[in-house]
């Protein structure tokens, strides 16, 4: 007889060996096929199941297999970037195996609400942003760059500019393409007051890639990040208007009837003056700012189109200050500084570029480019301003920010500021760039060859007086008979004319390879080399660089990345130029090696899609040229060398917080230090040991020498918070909100004419949130005015600085009777409403 035992292990096992079967009887498969619009097979498609984290992607030939829970309801969705998504709802029973196929259909011009990241950009350390947005964003400088200053390891310290900084470098070190195009902005700008519109029109734009780092080497020669911008080609007639209390803008596209022809013109125009009002200095603003834009194409037959980007721009930037009072120090201690003016301030940046693009593609797998550019600016920078300022210690009892009486004097002086600046610069480029789609891989190659003008006078100089005494002052002694009579001493003088002539040639040449492993996960491997010849230094540069990326089968929403790579950026001309104007003629090209290694999580929340993504990176700082930051304005020590580094992690939540529309957080932690070579000073100490000022190095007994090693660089952000947010009420689309918060702690900074190792002083943290409200009054539910003449329209009330927040862009550095420097905080704008009214035709 056999033991109960016995049965039970037999049943057991009966049961383990049925079990895949009754497994595979509770679910269902969905398979098929995607293609594109021309008919062919489209790899990387997206297959989601709503809801859940199943979900493939399609093969090389398009197809794709799904395994699905059975009897329920479920969502399928199909998304790839750049084509509508589709939706289908199905409900299988169980063992059924269910055929649907998909014809992906393109956006004509606007991209999908929702940021999809393609499934070749996730194997890339490049992000695709919505221009919609950039459209919306409240902003003061607007457009893209302000959608950019929100993107994970980016920062920004001053609303006025659209410049920003990636991962520690600063504003020279990012690359800006339009259509293939790269873009120059103005050299002489000092402030954001003065920068104008930046070269980007958000309302011609039809696709926006950005990377923080690690890019491919078909973009150039830059240590930090690019910003690849597509115009759009229109396919009917259209445009569009926007009128606010900053300036204008005016766009027409459209084609001939033959749809060989397409054109696409924009001019705007942008005035400060309602801003700069908010600004504590006062007086009489004149900043106008226009320019015009162009992107014309033409089909010459089914192989070859040519497309003509021109680009120009008068800008002119003049203040007659009148006064200034700013109230700075402690609660304890407040003190005022008031200064009177006198002169004026006159810019002007004059700027026009222009590209012909030819553009042969022989088959659907090969495209071949030639590109033919231009770009002259003509700029100058004159202002003789004298100022006469008065400190004095402010009677506190009264709280509110700017009452009070001054109660003590503490110093008076006068400085007089002179400068008559001219920069001319030409800059023309021949280039070939040219891909081909072969078997598993992508092959990307290209050449350049640019030659640069340079014609820079430079001739600018400060006097400081300070109770009647020139600074800096000869010592004297009172009642001698024989005064020392020396030479005038200006507290800074530049004075120079300097003329380049520089060819430049770059190469480079990458493949893409992708590869499906045994258990059927993706690996993707990307490498390629960059060479590069200036003349000016006659360096030969050689840029090798590699990303990885993996996507497991087990779980397609997630992607693994990795990429390293050599970034040299040979100087323009503002690194070789010193503090007096001269030239450096052995500067090296700075160099930055990148380890990046990141991914992204894709996930579903409240049945809406989220995105997760993370960076962490290093960057290796060589043949670095130490700078100065005032506001815009930076200053080379071009004689300098310093090696550095810059690591930091970034994080970014993106997803449909509101249903239907997109928004994201994202928090940067970062340290960047250099290590300048050669650089040390002294402690000096007396008999007794004690430590004595420099300036009272003749009376010490002993000296000790010091490096200081690494220190801070200017751009050292260690954390970056910001916040896009859009909102609407519910049931009533036609009303929205959008958020822009941004929060960065403070940036280091320094006295004048101070060592780069004194320059360790923290501004206070820049803190700002802009607010929009939006109306369609156009919406079907509420209007019945025909959209055949207008298309959409949108009325918004944005309130910039919400919460009147005193941001600091830089210092003004003064002396009291008793020698002591007090810096005096430069504050940017206060609150503001802007009413804008925006319609399509």
Do not use: C
């Amino acid at each position: 007889m056999q033991r109960p035992g016995f049965y039970f292990y037999a049943i057991f096992l009966l049961l383990l060996i049925a079990s895949p079967t009754m497994l595979f009887s509770q679910t269902a498969v969905v398979k098929g096929t995607v293609i594109n619009e021309k008919g062919k097979p489209a790899q990387l498609v997206n297959i989601q199941l709503i809801g859940t984290k199943l979900g493939v992607t399609t093969d090389q030939k398009g197809d794709f297999s799904l395994r699905v829970p059975v009897n329920k309801v479920l969502h399928l969705a199909v998304t790839y970037i750049g084509y509508r998504r589709q939706d289908t709802v199905l409900r299988l029973v169980s063992g059924e195996t269910k055929t649907i196929n998909f014809r992906l259909r393109s956006l004509s011009t606007n991209l999908p609400g929702l940021e999809v990241h393609d499934e070749q950009l996730r194997t890339e350390n490049i992000m695709r942003l919505n221009p919609r947005d950039a459209m919306v964003a409240p902003a003061v400088s607007g457009g893209v760059e302000s959608l950019i200053k929100t993107m994970p390891g980016v920062s920004s310290n001053n609303e006025l500019s659209s410049q920003y900084s990636v991962r520690g470098g600063n504003y020279d070190e990012n690359l800006v393409y339009v259509n293939g195009i790269e873009i120059y902005r103005p050299f002489l700008v000092n402030s954001g007051r003065e920068e104008g519109l930046s070269f980007i029109n958000p309302a011609l734009v039809s696709g926006i890639l950005f990377s923080a780092g690690g890019f491919g080497v078909q973009y150039g020669d830059k240590m930090s990040s690019v910003l690849d911008i597509r115009y759009r080609k229109p396919v009917q007639f259209g445009g569009g208007v926007s009128l606010s209390m900053l300036g204008a803008g005016l766009n027409v596209g459209g084609t001939d009837r033959n749809k060989r022809f397409t054109y696409l013109v924009g001019a705007r125009y942008k005035t400060n003056r309602y801003l700069l009002g908010s600004l504590e200095t006062k007086g009489n603003y004149e900043p106008d700012f226009a320019d015009f834009q162009g992107l014309f194409t033409y089909k010459l037959n089914k192989k070859w189109d040519v497309s003509l980007l021109t680009y120009s721009s008068l800008n002119k930037y003049k203040v007659v200050p009148a006064n200034r009072q700013t109230d700075f120090g402690t609660v304890q201690q407040t003190l005022r500084f008031t200064v009177y003016f006198d002169g004026q301030e006159v810019d002007k940046y004059n700027m026009f570029q222009s590209g012909l693009t030819f553009h042969y593609h022989p088959n659907s797998k090969t495209h071949l480019r030639f590109i033919f550019s231009g770009f002259k600016t003509n700029e100058s920078e004159t202002y003789d301003v004298q100022g006469q300022y008065w400190i004095g210690q402010v009677d506190n009892r009264k709280q509110k920010k700017g009452q009070g009486e001054a109660v003590q004097t503490l110093g008076v002086g006068t400085y007089l500021q002179h400068a008559r600046n001219y920069f001319d610069a030409s800059v023309f480029t021949f280039a070939h760039k040219g891909s081909l789609v072969y078997r598993n891989s992508l092959l990307r190659w290209g050449i350049r060859y640019q030659f640069q003008q340079v014609d820079d006078k430079l001739h600018e100089w400060e006097m400081n007086d300070s109770a009647g005494y020139s600074l800096p002052n000869p010592v004297d002694k009172p009642g001698n008979p024989n005064p020392s009579r020396g030479n005038l001493n200006l507290y800074y003088f530049a004075h120079a004319h300097n003329v380049l002539n520089i060819h430049r040639v770059s190469a480079y040449g990458s493949d893409r390879w992708n590869f499906q492993l045994k258990n059927k996960s993706h690996l993707s491997l990307t490498a390629g080399v960059r060479l590069y010849w200036w003349s000016y230094a006659n360096e030969f540069l050689v840029s090798p660089r590699v990303s990885l990326a993996y996507k497991p089968f087990s779980n397609p929403n997630l992607v693994f990345r990795f990429s390293s790579g050599v970034y040299y950026q040979p100087p323009f001309y503002r690194e070789m130029r010193n503090m007096d104007g001269s030239l450096n003629p052995n500067i090296k090209s700075p160099r930055a090696i990148h380890f990046i290694l990141g991914g992204d999580y894709r996930f579903q929340v409240w049945d809406r899609p989220f995105i997760f993504t993370t960076e962490a990176y290093y960057k290796k700082l060589d043949n670095l040229i130490p700078y100065e930051v005032d506001n815009l304005r930076i200053r080379y020590y071009a004689n300098l060398t310093a090696k550095g580094y810059a690591a930091g992690i970034d994080f970014r939540l993106f997803g449909e917080f509101v249903k239907g529309i997109d928004s994201w957080i994202t928090l940067s932690f970062m340290k960047t230090a250099q290590d300048i070579s050669g650089d040390y000073y002294y402690d000096y100490f007396n008999g007794a040991g004690e430590k004595l000022p420099s300036r009272q190095s003749a009376a010490a007994v002993d000296s000790v020498k010091i490096e200081p090693g690494y220190i801070p660089r200017p751009t050292d952000r260690r954390v970056n918070f910001t916040i896009f947010f859009q909102d609407y009420i519910p049931h009533h689309k036609q009303f929205k909100v959008h958020l822009r918060l941004l929060y960065g702690t403070g940036l280091p900074f320094g006295p004048p004419q101070s060592q780069p190792y004194q320059q360790t002083l923290r501004m206070p943290p820049y803190r700002r949130v802009d607010i929009g409200f939006s109306w369609n009054p156009l919406d079907k539910k509420v209007s019945r005015i025909s959209r055949k003449t207008i298309k959409s329209m949108w009325i918004s009330l944005e309130v910039f600085n919400l919460f009147q927040t005193y941001n600091t862009v830089s210092y003004t550095w003064i002396k009291d009777i008793y020698n002591h420097s007090f810096a005096i905080p430069n504050y940017l704008t206060t609150r503001r409403v802007n009413l804008k009214i925006a319609f399509k035709f």
